[in-house]
């Protein structure tokens, strides 16, 4: 699916998401805000400029959001996504409020919108995985030009197909069907036994 699509996703499916940005000590503060707007240039949100949170998006201009949306943890669907932020004033926050109306309720008057701004992620790489499905599935996305960095385990040359990595896999995504051992990366759950197990340390883990 095109990120553009896991952007809708994020602002129309889950809509409410757990922020991570970092404070003046340097350490990680949780929050959750609602994502207000997707477009494929990004997502948009809002505070108010008095909040802890815009000084700590002023000061390092960089996220970590993470959502998920299901009835219990076998249905579950999450989107993590990290990325930069600017902030871009008031210019469409009519149109949040036009399509988020319960904003209304919070900023009942166009007096007491003027303490707030909106946000734009308009740089992002993120992550797809689908607990749903069987086996899992995940799939990275990216936009804005930021490069996708996710970790993930293959095969070396060093494998003589012993098939260990594959007894162990709880979703069998190793395929040995070629010459050459391949983890499935869209299936693979990444717990790391493969690795693990292997008697010829065969299989790293690396990062794309």
């Known amino acids: 699916m095109s990120a553009e699509k896991y952007l809708q996703m994020i602002q129309q499916d889950i809509h409410s998401v ?5 404070d003046e000590n340097q350490f990680p503060v949780t929050c959750v805000i609602d994502i207000m707007l997707a477009d494929k240039d990004g997502l948009y949100f809002l505070t ?22 299901g009835n219990d943890t076998l249905s579950s669907k999450s989107v993590t996504l990290r990325g930069e932020v600017r902030e871009i004033g008031q210019g469409l926050l009519s149109e949040i409020f036009e399509k988020n109306p319960y ?3 919070i900023y009942p008057n166009a007096a007491s919108r003027t303490a707030l701004t909106v946000f734009q992620i308009y740089k992002g ?3 797809f995985f689908d607990l749903s499905q069987k086996p899992i599935f995940r799939e990275r996305f990216s936009f804005g030009g930021m490069e996708s960095h996710m970790q993930y385990f293959f095969v070396t040359d060093k494998c003589n197909g012993c098939e260990c990595c ?11 069907s070629s010459c050459t051992t ?20 065969a299989i790293e883990r690396r990062t794309l």
């Open 125 to 127: 790489s993120g992550e």
């Open 166 to 176: 594959v007894k162990i896999c709880p979703q069998n995504c190793i395929d040995i």
């Open 18 to 22: 757990v922020f991570a940005t970092i």
């Open 182 to 201: 391949k983890i499935q990366q869209e299936h693979c759950l990444h717990c790391g036994k493969c690795m693990e197990i292997c008697p010829l340390q």
């Open 103 to 105: 904003m209304k309720a």
């Open 48 to 69: 108010a400029k008095g909040k802890a949170f815009y000084e700590r998006l002023q000061n390092q201009p960089v996220i970590s959001i993470t959502g998920m949306i």
